[in-house]
């Protein structure tokens, strides 16, 4: 579904990501894990075209996206959370939901029922401002305005930072739930190591900008712990 190449970013002269090579596979949910600062959320940039990649390529359900503006990445469907969630704090929770409908029409409309089932507690503040929400309301508001623009993939960036960990129990089984249905697939930037285990299929691992590890969720084991997310 979703794959990147060879990707490599520099800033300013510095080379941030080194070759970067991933995989989302359709029905599936990938953790892109590794310490602070090695160039998790840089990768998530060059998906979305917020950061100019220097060589490589990113492909979507087939289609090489590597030189769309995000906007264009949107709308072929790639829906992205980032690190502090960026909801409208002064608007409403309904607004929130709704700007993606106005932006993605009636695609985004049939969509809303579903999220706010996958996430009730919105239908219950759909009239207070989203900056007088909690951290994991405000999470699971942000996570619905993306669900609405009904992506093939969705990118999450620490989606538990901050968050009790009854909300991170409600996103997991939410993401879960979005996974079994089989239309969407999820990459998520998370250094929470249960939570990835509790819902992953497979990892990457990052360190000094490349691909240190990755396999299957289930030998993420205490060696590959140790030497590569510990600090």
Not at 116 to 132: A, D, N, S, T
Not at 150 to 170: F, H, M, R
């Amino acid at each position: 579904m979703l794959t990147l190449s060879n990707i490599a970013v520099s800033y300013d002269g510095s080379r941030i990501l080194r070759g970067v090579d991933l995989n989302v596979p359709e029905k599936s949910l990938i953790c892109l894990m590794g310490r602070n600062g090695v160039g998790k959320t840089t990768t998530l940039k060059s998906i979305v075209g917020l950061v100019k990649t220097d060589v490589g390529k990113v492909t979507l359900a087939g289609e090489d996206v590597t030189t769309l503006t995000p906007d264009a990445r949107a709308r072929r469907g790639i829906g992205y959370v980032p690190q502090g969630r960026d909801i409208f704090p002064h608007l409403t929770v309904w607004e929130n939901l709704k700007i993606s409908v106005v932006v993605h029409g009636s695609r985004a409309a049939e969509q809303m029922d579903r999220v706010l089932e996958l996430f009730p507690i919105l239908k219950e503040f759909l009239q207070r401002k989203g900056g007088v929400l909690s951290g994991g309301q405000q999470q699971q508001l942000a996570i619905a305005r993306a669900l609405l623009t009904n992506p093939k993939v969705l990118i999450l960036d620490e989606p538990t930072e901050g968050i009790q960990p009854n909300i991170i129990d409600l996103i997991g089984d939410a993401l879960l739930k979005i996974k079994s249905e089989g239309k969407i697939s999820i990459l998520l930037v998370e250094q929470y190591l249960d939570f990835c285990l509790s819902i992953g299929d497979f990892f990457y691992i990052m360190d000094r900008g490349a691909v240190v590890a990755s396999g299957p969720i289930a030998n993420l084991n205490n060696d590959i712990v140790r030497r590569h997310l510990t600090v």
